[in-house]
């Protein structure tokens, strides 16, 4: 994305100096090029790391703040560069306050934030849509249903009922909103796609080949655990509860389609997503936080700090045939060397020990 905005905004800084000039040198490219490297680092690292304070903030005065800045940012940017230009081209100091307060900078500024509205536009209807899915629609990918392989992970909040009676439905879907904002980085450095919110819910699904690199379908959920477990202190402090979930991971041969008129929507069909969410529904039964199928299992090369569980072959609400399923746990160890459980896993241990006294 980081690319896409560079060659964005440069060329549009070509388009510029075509109408403005009538010719083309590399002035066009160099004033483009750190102005869409500020806006992407802006956009897709400082804001998103920011973003317990910018959520905040209503759509008006978000708009505001980053009409300012980035007005800011455009205006010293290319004072900057006219300075630097200037000098090598061997104009003087006192020639250079003309250049800088002149009509055409002014209208300079005026069209790159134009080219930034465009741009603002862009992502907020990409992060809408989801990461992807409006390039697709352009591209019309879906326009046709068509037959592919992925990946799919139920995530599931762990005692979501009972959180809602106590919190009540507006501050559980406070929560949930925060709760869904620690996934985003994941997400993204695992290459997944948010398909679906459902509740308490989220159903993530992976091209075969970006699931199975690293093991990144089974790495997103750790690592949102890892964020969970990061920020237990403030869900506490805020809400009384330390928010978990559970997961289970699949995956098969969907029908994928763009479907609707007024709200168009590119959805996945098959048996996978069925099967997938029964898995995750056996957490429970097995006290376990991440079921994997074995058709998936058989796929992936694990990586070393992950460890497998066969649970055997296990009967799934209405399907004919049992599934084999594996529980996947991520090893820890501290300074010491010693092995660091999970909630699950030390319930898990206490139940054995007590039927052992038993």
């Known amino acids: 994305m980081l690319a896409f905005i560079c060659f964005f905004t440069s060329f549009a800084g070509i388009i510029y100096q075509l109408i403005d000039e009538m010719h083309l040198n590399q002035n066009s490219v160099l004033t483009g090029l750190p102005l869409g490297l500020a806006f992407g680092f802006l956009e897709l690292f400082l804001f998103p790391k920011s973003g317990k304070m910018f959520r905040q903030w209503s759509f008006t005065k978000l708009l505001l703040f ?3 800045l980035y007005t800011a940012i455009i205006y010293f940017i290319s004072i900057a560069l006219t300075i630097i230009a200037g000098l090598i081209e061997g104009h003087k100091w006192n020639e250079l306050p003309a250049q800088l307060l ?3 900078r002014i209208v300079l500024i005026v069209y790159t934030l134009v080219i930034y509205s465009v741009l603002l536009f ?3 209807i990409n992060n809408l849509l989801g990461e992807g899915v409006l390039w697709k629609f352009i591209s019309g990918r879906y326009h046709r249903p068509r037959e592919e392989e992925r990946i799919f992970m139920f995530l599931d909040m762990q005692s979501s009922t009972a959180i ?4 009540g439905h507006i501050r559980f879907y406070t929560l949930l909103n925060q709760i869904f904002h620690e996934i985003s980085q994941p997400v ?13 819910e989220v159903v993530l699904t ?3 080949a970006d699931g199975l690199r690293n093991s990144n379908c089974l790495r997103a959920f750790f690592m949102f655990r890892e964020n969970l477990v990061a920020n237990s202190d403030y869900y506490f402090k805020n809400f009384g509860v330390r928010p978990s979930f559970k997961a289970g991971l699949h995956f098969g041969k969907v029908v994928s389609a763009q479907i609707g008129d007024l709200k168009k929507e590119i959805v996945y069909n098959g048996d996978v997503l069925n099967t997938t969410s029964r898995i995750q529904n056996e957490c429970n039964k097995y006290q376990r936080d991440c079921l994997v199928s074995g058709m998936l299992v058989n796929r ?3 990586a070393h700090d992950l460890e497998l569980e066969r649970l055997g072959f296990v009967p799934l609400r209405g399907k004919e045939k049992e599934v084999e399923i594996f529980s996947v746990s991520k090893i820890n160890t501290d300074d010491y060397g010693e092995t660091i459980l999970n909630d699950m896993d030390r319930q898990r241990i206490e139940k054995m020990v007590n039927s052992t006294k038993a």
């Open 66 to 68: 980053k009409t300012v």
């Open 300 to 302: 992936l090369s694990m």
């Open 164 to 167: 809602a009676e106590k919190l």
């Open 206 to 208: 992976w091209k075969i």
């Open 188 to 200: 993204l450095q695992t290459k997944a796609q948010i398909y679906q919110y459902v509740g308490d």
């Open 122 to 124: 862009f992502l907020q």
């Open 102 to 104: 002149s009509i055409e």
